[in-house]
């Protein structure tokens, strides 16, 4: 894994959600002391209870009627009812107070995080696949809220619930608390097994979630491929695969905790029975007054549940710990393709000479280097072609002028200034790029188009789609400009997506333009028009086009062979031609004549 795009400052989890909470942190912090207040507050009914079962106790025993007593009664009982609304109004509010503060946090870590992987260069979309990356964005981020609304809260709520009756035991009883308490430390023993079991199988949860998820979204953009293969059954089993996987991952999961659950429940059962036996044994010896008794009695759930709840909560922890290992990844990732400091702004248009000094670049991962110290020139307003075989380095060439990839060797320029230098924007905002892969938004086709300059006209959006020989099947669409495209829109075929995708590059006038294949499946004669009315266009621009038709290349004013990484041939198309290699034989067989005169005819030319 490459350690440039990967920040290792490793912070921990509870620095990273409390840095999240910037802004309401005053009320996380209270929401966290009222949930101790209203748990020490469930000590009311049971001690009010204790208090009126000893009212009954002493009338019974001195033989006063309640009657007499009655103010103190109703006063017992008042208090009891109306602190415990009280607790009920300070429960709802607090918890109002942690799904606010995890609703936000939530919001603001996803607001983050799309930015850092909208950020991110080409070698973190290598690495990383999209149902990776949607589970991190979607189900993870889920449990991190869900640690902030509810684990957190559950820990607080157990610890200062058992606290608080622990030492309401000592008060009235230390031997009675001793002896109930004294199975606890055997208690958490099991949880911290439980802990070290189950992280290992949340973590393998977690890997099979985004496995299942990659395997849904791939078979979703790739179904074209699966029905022309009539791979349907062979994706079917494979899915069911993975959600067996997961499912049996689930279960795992689940058996870990049904390992652990008896036991914890058996410890948590036997408070109960102590304190029957105990109890029982103090009030025979006079120890224990009945009040005490059922104080006693009423709270020992007290003591029990978050005895039972640890376990629960530690079995949640760990889906949040395994989900936010995830979640902080990208969050604290780099993106290694980034602006450097003082970078050199530049918001008008480049004169677009363009410069490769001495480049040299490989994958990350790759066995072989794919440009290998490649020197060109390109001078503003020239329109070049690079040619060469299919693998050999061309769309990695043009790669290195808006920074996808920066070289290990050497240096790319732009008007005598390395790339590296401008600010990564402004150089992007300058070049128009018509990738070989084209991708549409599911936008209308004026979206589509105005996709870099948001503020273009709709006269405008016409002019580059005329430019680009888009015009005519648009117009042919029952919506025109309105029609829905992409995804979910009317489908297009591969040659009208490449003109779309040319207007867009079209429409941001860029200084520098680079086609990369774009015109390969446009016919000779639309090309012709494109090739024509980019000779038109009303601002200055310097060209690069990738090609593989002679017909496009033989108008430029230089050409760059390319093979296996180098340039192996650069020139006008009649001093390749004259040259009689790579080119004059692509020229040869593209023509249907032979080498000898396509030779010919470029040294009569020249
Ligand atoms: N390559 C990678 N990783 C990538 C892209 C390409 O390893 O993300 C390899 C494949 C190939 C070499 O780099 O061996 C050059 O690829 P490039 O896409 O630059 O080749 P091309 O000249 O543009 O080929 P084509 O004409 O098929 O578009
Ligand atoms: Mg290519």
Redesign the pocket.
């Known amino acids: 894994m490459d350690t440039t795009i990967r920040e290792t400052k490793k912070k921990s989890w509870m620095r990273w959600l409390w840095g999240n909470m910037g802004g309401h942190r005053v009320l996380y912090v209270t929401a966290i002391f009222m949930t101790i207040v209203y748990n020490i507050m469930q000590l009311i009914v049971p001690y009010f209870s204790g208090r009126i079962v000893t009212l009954f106790e002493e009338s019974a025993s001195s033989g006063i009627p309640l009657s007499d007593n009655l103010n103190e009664f109703i006063l017992n009982l008042s208090l009891m009812v109306g602190l415990t609304l009280v607790r009920i109004t300070i429960v709802y509010f607090t918890c109002m107070a942690y799904e606010y503060v995890s609703q936000h946090a939530l919001y603001k870590i996803r607001n983050f995080l799309f930015d850092k992987i909208e950020h991110q260069d ?1 070698n973190f979309y ?1 690495e990383y696949r999209t149902g990776d990356l949607m589970t991190r964005l979607t189900g993870d981020l889920d449990a991190v809220r869900h640690n902030v609304a509810w684990v957190i809260k559950s820990v607080v709520d157990s610890f200062s619930l058992f606290l608080a009756t622990a030492i309401y035991f000592f008060i009235m009883d230390p031997l009675l608390a001793i002896c109930v308490l004294s199975i606890t430390p055997l208690l958490f023993l099991v949880i911290l097994r439980f802990k070290k079991a189950s992280a290992e199988k949340h973590r393998i949860l977690r890997d099979k979630l985004s496995g299942l998820n990659t395997d849904v979204q791939e078979n979703i953009s790739g179904n074209r491929v699966v029905k022309a293969f009539a791979r349907e059954q062979y994706e079917k089993e494979k899915f069911n695969r993975s959600n067996t996987s997961y499912a049996e991952a689930n279960m795992d999961t689940q058996r870990t905790w049904l390992r652990y659950f008896p036991a914890i429940e058996t410890f948590a059962n036997l408070l109960p029975v102590i304190l029957l036996l105990a109890g029982g044994m103090f009030i025979i010896n006079g120890r224990l007054t009945i009040g005490e008794y059922v104080s006693f009695s009423m709270l020992i759930w007290a003591i029990a549940n978050p005895m039972r709840m640890l376990g629960n909560i530690m079995n949640e922890f760990q889906r949040f710990a395994a989900a936010s290992k995830k979640v902080m990844e990208i969050y604290n990732s780099k993106a290694g393709i980034v602006s450097k400091e003082n970078a050199i702004r530049h918001p008008d248009r480049f004169k677009g000479l363009i410069e490769f000094d001495h480049v040299s670049f490989g ?1 990350e991962g ?1 066995a072989v280097p ?1 440009l290998r110290d490649i020197t060109m020139k390109v001078e503003p307003g020239q329109t070049v072609a690079v040619i ?10 043009i ?1 290195m002028i808006p920074r996808f990839y920066d070289p290990e060797q050497g240096e790319v320029r732009i008007d005598g200034i390395n790339v590296r230098d401008y600010e990564l924007t402004d150089l992007r905002h300058n070049i128009g790029l018509a990738t ?1 892969d084209v991708l549409l938004y599911s936008d209308t086709i004026e979206g589509n188009i105005a996709y870099g300059d948001s503020s273009l006209s709709s006269d405008e959006v016409v002019k580059y789609a005329k430019y680009s020989a888009a015009q005519e099947f648009i117009d042919k669409m029952p919506e025109g400009y309105d029609t829905i495209v992409g995804e979910r829109g009317v489908g297009l075929s591969g040659g009208q997506k490449q003109r779309i995708s040319l207007a867009r590059a079209l429409a941001i006038k860029p200084s520098v333009l680079i086609l ?2 774009t015109t390969s499946a446009v016919d000779m004669e639309t090309e012709k028009h494109i090739r024509d009315s980019l000779n038109e266009l009303d601002f200055d621009y310097t060209k690069i086009i ?1 090609a ?1 038709r002679i017909s496009t290349t033989k108008y430029c004013d230089k050409i760059f062979v ?1 093979g296996d ?1 180098r340039i192996i041939e650069e020139g006008t198309h009649k001093e390749l031609c004259a040259k009689g290699g790579y080119y004059a034989n692509l020229v040869a067989l593209q023509m249907g004549t032979n080498l000898a005169d396509v030779e010919k005819f470029g040294k009569e030319a020249i």
């Open positions: 080409m290598n994958y790759g794919v060469g075989e299919t693998g050999c380095g061309k769309t990695s060439l790669h070989q990369d294949d990738i593989q390319m990484g």
